[in-house]
């Protein structure tokens, strides 16, 4: 005769026995509740002035009036982070899926998820191995990766990125006028 086994709910977290984790809760600082609290009267604000008002806060690096630290020393040199181009990497191990021969820019990795996101081009480097040949179109490439590909019996073309070459002033097409006496 078999014995008769009877199921046991395990006893682990339920709805009635859910809690936050120790620590993870802490009390709220109950203000103006007494001066025995320890937070009465001014509330911890101190004794009047700007920072005891309600919306009395400062701005970062404000003095009281006083010239500010940061206005008072003198602004030198140029960063060029504004112009500094972003590039999205792709590497060779990346371009396996592709079948061969076909057309590799930047719509293509798109739409295979390889690109996301906003860049200003495509630099192809040469981490990984290319067994088949590819058509590659990108803004930039790397040396080892054009060695790969032409290796394996693919074509590359450097798409030119708009607005590259220099910026080309207005006036330049304009005849120089001269001086009317």
Request: charged share 30%; aromatic share 4%.
């Amino acid at each position: 005769m078999k014995a008769e086994t009877k199921k046991e709910k395990p006893d682990g977290l339920r709805l009635h026995n859910l809690r936050p984790r120790p620590g993870a809760r802490h009390r709220v600082k109950r203000l103006g509740c007494g001066e025995s609290s320890g937070h009465g009267k001014t509330s911890g604000k101190g004794h009047k002035g700007q920072k005891a008002r309600s919306g009395g806060s400062l701005r970062l690096g404000f003095e009281g009036g006083q010239m500010p630290l940061i206005r008072r020393l003198p602004k030198r040199g140029f960063n060029n982070a504004a112009f500094h181009k972003r590039y999205a990497i792709v590497n060779l191990s990346d371009l396996k899926d592709f079948k061969s021969g076909s057309v590799v820019n930047e719509e293509s990795l798109r739409a295979a998820n390889l690109v996301r996101g906003n860049y200003d081009g495509i630099k192809i480097l040469g981490g990984g191995e290319l067994k088949h040949g590819l058509t590659i179109q990108a803004e930039k490439v790397s040396g080892s990766a054009r060695e790969k590909v032409e290796k394996a019996g693919g074509t590359i073309t450097e798409a030119k990125t708009p607005g590259a070459g220099g910026v080309q002033r207005q006036d330049a097409t304009k005849p120089k006028r001269t001086k009317q006496k």
